[in-house]
């Protein structure tokens, strides 16, 4: 996520610093151009990538600009993407499905229970600055918020993920794993996780159009954010819900075994792997 995040912000080549343009004309160029020493002139920029600028000329000042902000988003771009994945890692070792309801081999509706990200990003996410606390907690509310939106949504379409409860020879079926399905094949809205979204959202939310370089920060990590979303979407196995139910028909010697009926369905803790 880190990598994809940088290759985005550089995608922008933004020319440091900001707003400078050289002058023209005599006696003007003349003037600038004495202004400095030989040395001063030829600086070496560092390239791109993986610098995240680049600079209007090889100017000693030019170059230098573009090395400080270079370290600065750099190191935010890192800080900001451990946090977002510590919460992840956090929240997908947390999180449940519950409420799973059972009708033969088909498991239906569910709901996914996790802890938010919004305090998990937070709490590890770079604050070492004033700016940097304002776009911190910018990026965890819209991430946190969509998030729980997203995941309020998924629900199972009626998969048969219980083939054993097809014909149960006991009156109650023993709690039972599900087969596992990849998180894609459930039903859900990921609008509120999709990078358009949360990036017009946080540049709303931080309320400061001058911010220093706040669109391509957030774009760069909504980006990196949504691509290692839908991975995650196909590479997630939904595991570990155990389902459990009565079977009303079983009645032997003469009805020996029979469907699970109303049978309800939980996922045991760390099933999202």
Same mark, same amino acid.
């Given at each position: 996520?880190?990598?994809?995040?940088?290759?985005?912000?550089?995608?922008?080549a933004i020319?440091?610093?900001?707003?400078?343009?050289?002058?023209?004309?005599?006696p003007?160029?003349?003037?600038?151009?004495?202004?400095?020493?030989?040395?001063?002139?030829?600086?070496?920029?560092?390239?791109?990538?993986?610098?995240?600028?680049?600079?209007?000329?090889?100017?000693?000042y030019?170059?230098?600009?573009?090395?400080?902000?270079?370290?600065?988003f750099?190191?935010?771009?890192?800080?900001?993407?451990?946090? &977002?994945?510590?919460?992840?890692?956090?929240?997908?070792? !947390?999180?449940?499905?519950?409420?799973? =309801?059972?009708?033969?081999? %088909?498991?239906?509706?569910?709901?996914? /229970?996790?802890?938010?990200?919004?305090?998990? &990003?937070?709490?590890s996410?770079?604050?070492?600055?004033?700016?940097?606390?304002k776009?911190?907690?910018t990026i965890?509310?819209? &991430?946190? %918020?969509?998030?729980?939106?997203?995941?309020?949504t998924?629900?199972?379409?009626?998969?048969?993920i219980?083939?054993?409860? !097809?014909?149960?020879?006991?009156?109650?079926?023993?709690?039972?794993?599900?087969?596992p399905?990849?998180? &894609?094949?459930?039903?859900?809205v990921?609008?509120? /996780?999709?990078?358009? =979204?949360?990036?017009?959202q946080?540049?709303?939310?931080l309320?400061?159009?001058? !911010?220093?370089?706040?669109?391509?920060?957030f774009?760069?990590v909504?980006? !990196?954010?949504?691509?290692?979303?839908?991975?995650?979407?196909?590479?997630?196995? /939904?595991?570990?819900?155990?389902?459990?139910?009565?079977?009303?028909?079983?009645?032997?010697?003469?009805?020996?075994a029979?469907?699970?009926?109303?049978?309800?369905?939980?996922?045991?803790?760390?099933?999202?792997?």
């Amino acid at each position: 996520m880190k990598q994809l995040a940088k290759l985005k912000f550089q995608s922008n080549a933004i020319k440091v610093p900001d707003k400078w343009s050289p002058p023209s004309g005599d006696p003007a160029a003349k003037h600038y151009s004495d202004a400095f020493k030989p040395g001063e002139k030829n600086a070496v920029p560092m390239p791109m990538p993986p610098a995240l600028f680049l600079p209007h000329s090889t100017n000693k000042y030019h170059v230098d600009t573009q090395k400080k902000l270079n370290e600065q988003f750099t190191s935010y771009i890192d800080g900001i993407i451990d946090a &977002i994945c510590q919460a992840w890692s956090t929240w997908q070792s !947390a999180a449940t499905m519950v409420g799973v =309801m059972i009708n033969a081999v %088909t498991a239906s509706v569910g709901q996914v /229970v996790g802890p938010p990200w919004t305090p998990l &990003i937070l709490a590890s996410g770079p604050k070492k600055t004033p700016q940097e606390l304002k776009y911190t907690t910018t990026i965890a509310n819209v &991430i946190g %918020t969509g998030w729980l939106s997203y995941t309020a949504t998924i629900k199972i379409p009626g998969l048969p993920i219980y083939p054993a409860f !097809a014909a149960m020879p006991s009156p109650i079926a023993p709690p039972t794993p599900n087969i596992p399905v990849p998180v &894609i094949a459930l039903t859900q809205v990921a609008v509120s /996780v999709s990078a358009s =979204m949360m990036k017009n959202q946080m540049a709303g939310m931080l309320g400061d159009p001058q !911010a220093m370089y706040h669109k391509e920060l957030f774009d760069a990590v909504c980006d !990196a954010f949504e691509k290692c979303f839908q991975i995650w979407q196909a590479s997630t196995q /939904v595991t570990n819900i155990l389902g459990t139910g009565p079977v009303p028909t079983f009645a032997p010697p003469f009805v020996p075994a029979g469907p699970v009926i109303g049978g309800m369905g939980t996922m045991m803790p760390g099933g999202f792997v």
